[in-house]
């Protein structure tokens, strides 16, 4: 039978006989072979396993999209109390803004805390189930001093109008123009700031609309970053390709907050920002920037920051340290320090044990 690897040489008798150098070729040629069925082995569990974790990244981010998502399911009693502070449920100690705002067939309300504001929303249709109800309680209150003196004003106002003029958009123009006056009498400063509390509410709202996009970015972006990790694997490269991108890749786990993408998950509002990308971020926590951090950050454009829900407007925030530019280089170039390392010692090892050679001449 043909050898696979090249004609066998035959005897003069007829039976086949090889050389050494001859054997030593077939030998070659049969180790070749087994060298690239490794190889071409070793570069498909490194698809796969890539792959594998693209479809991890998916599976947290479908698991934490409800729990980051800028705005959660409210209700329409808590609602009428954020507009109009109308207890609908009876008397709660539950503490809602005074910021609201209509879009897309959602109210919008907020919950405000030290770090920042909790938004949810809840469909039209349901709150205005209930605006009957609230326009009673209104009419009824009286000099109820649960109710401030503004929401009854613009109520008073509202009720003077033509029956087709009283709808509840109207009402609430009608208590937000009597809110602004009663501030620029009491405390000015304080309307300036209630108008940029607002805007800062809005704004979470607007937001809500491009959370779709927030989650397809941290797919995309995650699932690249662990190829370029795994690119020597997948495409057999040495150790030279590993340290290459050792070197390289806190920098880039880093660059979507040094380009404003959940920047404020190194703050005390914890994470935020993003989806799975702000909790990854905790493990990074605690450095400090330098001056030339700075320099470089003040002059890098935030192009990701509309991608990044806003955790609307904070009490208090102090820093909990996030690693600059240059501890992201530093931090890379002692994991290619490491890989080097790594193969130095596996080279040692090798020369160090491996078993010599027995020719015949040595006997």
């Known amino acids: 039978m043909r ?9 003069d008798d007829g039976s086949s006989s090889a050389t050494g150098p001859e054997l030593a070729a077939l030998g070659g040629r049969v180790y070749m072979f087994g060298i690239r069925s490794i190889v071409r082995q070793h ?9 594998a974790m693209s479809v991890v990244i998916a599976a947290a981010l479908t698991w934490l999209a409800p729990r980051m998502a800028p705005a959660r399911r409210g209700d329409s009693a808590t609602f009428w109390k954020a507009a109009l502070r109308v207890e609908l449920n009876g008397p709660s100690n539950r503490l809602v ?16 805390h030290f ?41 008073e106002k509202w009720s003077e109008r033509p029956a087709v003029e009283q709808s509840p958009e109207v009402l609430f123009a009608d208590v937000k123009t009597a809110r602004r006056e009663y501030w620029k009498i009491r405390n000015p400063d304080l309307l300036a700031r209630a108008d940029q509390y607002e805007q800062e509410v809005v704004l979470c709202c607007l937001r809500t609309r491009w959370y779709w996009a927030t989650l397809l970015f941290e797919w995309l972006y995650l699932s690249g970053l662990v ?18 991108r050792a070197g390289l890749l806190p920098l880039q786990f880093m660059l979507p907050v040094y380009l404003g993408y959940a920047a404020t998950s190194f703050t005390s509002a914890g994470p935020s920002g993003g989806v799975l990308y702000p909790w990854l971020l905790r493990l990074v926590q605690g450095y400090r920037c330098n001056d030339l951090d700075r320099l470089i950050l003040s002059h890098l454009p935030p192009v990701l920051e509309p991608l990044s829900p806003s955790i609307g407007p904070a009490m208090v925030l102090s820093s909990r340290g996030m690693p600059g530019p240059t501890t992201a280089l530093l931090l890379g170039a002692l994991a290619a320090a490491g890989v080097f390392a790594i193969e130095k010692v596996r080279n040692y090892s090798v020369r160090r044990y491996r078993p010599s050679t027995v020719t015949p001449a040595s006997l």
């Not at 696979?4 to 035959?10: E, I």
């Not at 803004?97 to 405000?112: F, I, V």
Request: proline letters at 8%; glycine letters at 12%; charged letters at 20%.
């Open 43 to 51: 570069r498909t569990l490194g698809w796969v396993t890539a792959v």
């Open 3 to 11: 050898s696979s690897f090249g004609p066998t040489p035959q005897r």
């Open 115 to 155: 770090h920042g504001t909790h938004l949810y929303r809840v469909p039209v249709d349901e709150a205005l189930a209930d605006f009957g109800r609230v326009s009673e309680a209104l009419r009824a209150a009286g000099d109820d001093q649960t109710i401030p003196s503004y929401v009854r004003a613009g109520f």
């Open 97 to 112: 803004g005074p910021a609201y705002c209509q879009l897309d067939g959602w109210y919008y309300y907020e919950e405000p």
């Open 227 to 244: 190829l370029f990790a795994a690119w020597p694997w997948v495409r057999g490269q040495g150790w030279r390709g590993w340290a290459i």
